[in-house]
């Protein structure tokens, strides 16, 4: 700690000012008025197609985390064929043994 500050500057607090705005930041809308125009009160809600949308969307997050894991199995392979090659050694590749007649 420096000599030069004083023992007063070290503990000072800060006091901020509220805001005493008339006007919100939207305009002169209160929170109220503004989530009403989101309520869909006048239309019924349409389950069918809203169930129809959750199952496509759990089908694509299924199919985002079955790539990802793909990929990562893939990487995983290639690694070990490198760090494989890279040692030295001979016969690093997986060989079929299946013999078709």
């Known amino acids: 700690m420096s000599d030069d500050r004083s023992a007063e500057d070290e503990h ?11 006007n919100p930041p939207d305009g002169d809308a209160t929170p109220e008025l503004d989530l009403r125009k989101y309520e869909s009160g006048d239309e019924p809600d349409d ?10 969307a759990l089908c694509f997050l299924a199919a985002l985390i079955g790539g990802g894991l793909w990929i990562a199995n893939t990487m995983a ?19 079929d043994t299946t013999i078709e007649r």
């Open 12 to 22: 000072r607090v800060l006091r901020f000012r509220q805001r005493t705005s008339a």
């Open 47 to 56: 389950y069918r197609s809203r169930m129809i949308v959750n199952v496509v």
């Open 77 to 95: 392979q290639m690694r070990k064929s490198q760090d494989c090659v890279l040692s030295g050694r001979r016969n690093c590749a997986p060989i």
